[in-house]
């Protein structure tokens, strides 16, 4: 779940979300959340919650229509920029491990060929 700032007024219909315990007292009355068992501050949403431009929220998965009302924390896009780069750098890892592998795997058939000789 990321960090959200809300940039316009956004109202979520499913799902779950990451709230801060005073956006929760809120909504936690009325009935439009519940607690999510062994996950702190993440509610499911039993009713349209509605939350002003500005507001922090946590989302799995928004969909378009949410991410165009939405924009990730400065926190959070340092993580999913980390996360872009350690993906990268895996891509580049497995690259350099299978042209190792072919450079070696020409080698010994060369100094197989070789041997046979």
Do not use: H, W
Not at 71 to 83: A, F, G, H, M
């Amino acid at each position: 779940m990321f960090e959200y700032i809300t940039t316009a007024i956004l109202e979520l219909f499913t799902g779950r979300v990451g709230l801060s315990e005073k956006q929760a007292a809120r909504r936690l009355p009325v009935g439009s959340i519940k607690p999510v068992k062994k996950q702190k501050r993440v509610y499911e949403i039993l009713a349209p919650v509605q939350f002003k431009s500005g507001e922090i929220i946590g989302l799995e998965n928004p969909d378009k229509v949410t991410l165009s009302k939405v924009e990730l924390t400065p926190r959070s896009q340092k993580l999913v920029d980390k996360i872009a780069a350690d993906e990268k750098q895996a891509e580049i890892d497995a690259e350099v491990e299978k042209r190792l592998a072919e450079k070696e795997a020409k080698e010994k058939a060369a100094a197989d060929k070789k041997a046979a000789k």
